[in-house]
Nanobody
């Protein structure tokens, strides 16, 4: 499975960005996708995840501001980020795997390249 992420960039605090991640290859081997992020000097952490059925899971820090969605026909997952804060600055990684628990807890088997999100104050 290959994951191609896009959509990062520089935005002012309070602004919005949308990340996209398109999956290709052996997509029959994944049924959950998500986004992780890693800020400088910090561990990688789950941001949000979604199953093929649409069930979602969010980190407490982004609830009410970020929305994860997916287009199964396009094998693409999106992360709409609103009301961005400087502490959201990080490299965001798309992730996919079999089983929502795996994706949510440790990350699935497949990782995309990171996309940098920088939020200025």
């Amino acid at each position: 499975v290959q994951l191609q992420a896009s959509g990062g960039g520089l935005v002012q605090a309070g602004g919005s960005l949308r990340l996209s991640c398109a999956a290709s290859g052996s997509i029959f081997s994944i049924n959950a996708m998500g986004w992780y992020r890693q800020a400088p000097g910090k561990q990688r952490e789950l941001v949000a995840a979604i199953t093929s059925g649409g069930s979602t899971n969010y980190a407490d820090s982004v609830k009410g501001r970020f929305t994860i969605s997916r287009d199964n026909a396009k094998n693409t997952v999106y992360l709409q980020m609103n009301s961005l804060k400087p502490e959201d600055t990080a490299v965001y990684y798309c992730n996919a795997g079999w089983g929502s628990i795996v994706v949510v807890t440790t990350g699935g088997d497949y990782w995309g390249q990171g996309t940098l999100v920088t939020v200025s104050s």
